[in-house]
């Protein structure tokens, strides 16, 4: 390879390395950008969070039925995310790579999420209709949210830089989980139809907002997501999925995204079963929500002062650890006082907002690492790897706790702490302490291999592994 391309400090302190894609960005460009991380999770993280109740006690839907739906769901966001990240690596137009396909995406994400929250309103429980809203909604946002989260790569060029936008990015998801204490009211009360209409109605807000912030978003950083006249490295070929998967760091980053997201999210879902059945305490479960992101937020000077003094996994693997922790005093502890669940909430997003930054850090090294070794750019294809590994992970969770929830004889509306109190708790956090412990285990064994391929001096590179640019 030339000399333009660029190679790795071998000494500690001599130079962070800086992506040969890497733009000069201005702030109020990178605050726009991270707005769209906003209007993404504002629908995500509201369908994450209640899309399960909504289908068992708003619609009565068999909860087994309900967690298959959802799982298929995110298999059809999954299969097409790898598609987008692709797509997003070969676009070449006037406003950049990313922006057209977050363009055509946004509206139809915000429309589908919009009717599906309004089918207790308009008196359906058809399970039919909810499937084709609900995967017209899974659609849309592969459409968007792969290209968003690749321009990460291009806009910030090193760890720590990357570490900065990941956590502004970061806020803006917290804010949109905020958002989303309003729809926990309307959505318990919408059995009713007054509760009903209020929930169509937020539904319907929050899709139009959702389009306009990621519009902002894809337009503040367009004309940054351009790739140099003289890059020289290829877009990854057609069919090259096989060849990313021998790649230790991107088989790290799989495993790691799709073992979190089978466990973490649930103790955010089970969060209003706990409030509705454990401990008959409906307003609970906002102030538990509302805890956990003020623990995320929080935290996110710990975890940036990790990133730049520890190695991206080994922060990532102190986040996890952390999450484990707390779940496991909810084990033992939750549902005995307010004060208790809410402080155990707190400190459960204090780890999950480590997790949450620090992934997208160690997915954009990994790009760069596979980059290096292979001279292919792939920034696109791997994000997209790496977010249908969370999207796979996400729908077994929901999947097998829709199983468990069944199992254990649970029925909407009828069930006691009795019937099912031990179950609810036991899938809130049994998830994310099982897998917390495999996470854990998962990054060890990486740096212990790596370490081994590496030799004495294995801080060359954030990810402990061996390859460097040639000169």
């Given at each position: ?66 967690g ?53 309103a ?23 949210d792969?290209?968003?989260?690749a ?70 950083v ?32 799989l ?29 609970r479960?906002?102030?538990?929500l ?21 190695q ?46 620090i ?9 760069d690492?596979y ?92 990810l ?8």
């Amino acid at each position: 390879m030339g000399n333009q391309q660029p190679h790795l400090a071998d000494e500690a302190g001599a130079g962070e390395w800086q992506h040969p894609l890497a733009s000069s960005v201005s702030q109020p460009q990178l605050v726009g950008y991270a707005s769209g991380n906003f209007g993404k999770n504002l629908l995500w993280s509201t369908a994450d969070l209640t899309l399960l109740f909504l289908f068992t006690d708003v619609m009565a839907i068999d909860p087994a039925v309900a967690g298959w739906v959802i799982l298929g769901s995110l298999c059809i966001n999954a299969l097409l995310d790898p598609v987008m990240g692709g797509l997003a690596d070969r676009v070449r137009s006037p406003l950049g790579r990313s922006a057209p396909l977050i363009l055509v995406g946004a509206p139809l994400c915000g429309l589908a999420f919009a009717g599906l929250y309004a089918l207790p309103a308009a008196g359906s429980s058809s399970l039919i209709t909810a499937m084709l809203l609900l995967f017209a909604f899974r659609a849309a946002f592969a459409i968007m949210d792969a290209p968003h989260n690749a321009m990460l790569a291009t806009l910030a060029g090193s760890a720590t830089k990357r570490g900065a936008l990941s956590s502004l990015r970061f806020v803006f998801s917290s804010v949109a989980t905020v958002a989303v204490v309003a729809v926990i009211p309307a959505l318990m009360a919408a059995r009713g139809l007054a509760g009903a209409r209020q929930l169509a109605t937020i539904a319907g807000v929050a899709g139009g907002l959702s389009a306009v912030v990621m519009t902002i978003a894809a337009l503040a950083v367009c004309k940054a997501d351009r790739p140099a006249a003289d890059w020289r490295l290829e877009p990854a070929p057609r069919g090259s999925h096989l060849a990313l998967l021998g790649s230790p760091p991107v088989l790290l980053i799989l495993a790691v995204t799709f073992t979190l997201n089978v466990g973490l999210p649930l103790f955010g879902k089970m969060i209003v079963y706990h409030a509705t059945y454990v401990v008959s305490d409906a307003p609970r479960a906002n102030l538990m929500l509302v805890a956990m992101v003020i623990g995320q937020i929080a935290g996110l000077p710990v975890w940036m002062l990790a990133l730049r003094r520890l190695q991206p996994t080994v922060a990532l693997g102190l986040a996890t650890l952390a999450v484990l922790i707390a779940a496991t005093a909810m084990a033992v502890g939750g549902g005995q006082t307010a004060t208790g669940d809410v402080s155990l909430a707190l400190c459960f997003g204090l780890g999950a907002g480590g997790i949450y930054t620090i992934i997208w850090v160690v997915v954009a090294d990994c790009a760069d690492i596979y980059a290096q070794s292979s001279s292919i750019v792939a920034t696109g294809l791997i994000f997209a790897l790496a977010i249908v590994s969370i999207k796979l992970g996400q729908g077994i969770g929901a999947a097998v706790s829709g199983q468990l929830l069944a199992v254990a004889g649970y029925v909407p509306r009828v069930s006691t702490r009795e019937d099912i109190g031990a179950t609810i708790t036991g899938i809130q956090t049994g998830g994310p302490v099982i897998a917390g412990l495999i996470t854990i285990a998962l990054i060890w064994s990486y740096h212990l291999l790596m370490a081994g391929r590496s030799g004495p001096n294995p801080r060359a590179n954030v990810l402990i592994v061996p390859w460097r640019w040639a000169d």
